[in-house]
């Protein structure tokens, strides 16, 4: 199915992944418009996480619209949440434009994912929008 994506406010976008490629054309869009990538890695059952997503959500709109959230089931994309090296939920990365890893944390801590968010470049002037 195609992927769902919402545009929230101003230029912040958030995506659902359905699919390994989608995050692949992801990726490959970020590189194109200079735009740092958060992955969140959740699951239906995870208690933490559906507490944690709201949380996520409404920060990186509000306080970092340059940055383009990500959100992967775990337990639906398996193949990635491997290849990402995921083994605890939620677990939230960091990718640069050029698509390396900039960090990463684990947990449910917004403390620790305002510091995260920290790590993530300013959009160049008019690349996104």
Do not use: N
């Amino acid at each position: 199915s195609e992927d769902k994506i919402a545009e929230a406010e101003g230029t912040s976008m958030m995506t659902q992944l359905e699919s390994v490629d989608a995050w692949r054309r992801l990726q490959s869009a970020a590189t194109q418009s200079s735009r740092t990538t958060l992955l969140a890695f959740t699951a239906r059952w995870c208690t933490a996480c559906s507490t944690f997503l709201p949380k996520l959500a409404t920060l990186a709109i509000t306080e970092y619209p340059d940055v383009h959230v990500a959100i992967a089931d775990a337990d639906e994309l398996d193949e990635l949440a491997a290849a990402c090296g995921v083994v605890a939920l939620p677990t939230v990365q960091l990718y640069a434009a050029a698509g390396h890893k900039l960090g990463e944390m684990r947990g449910a801590d917004e403390d620790a994912l305002r510091t995260l968010l920290l790590g993530a470049p300013p959009l160049p002037r008019g690349a996104w929008g």
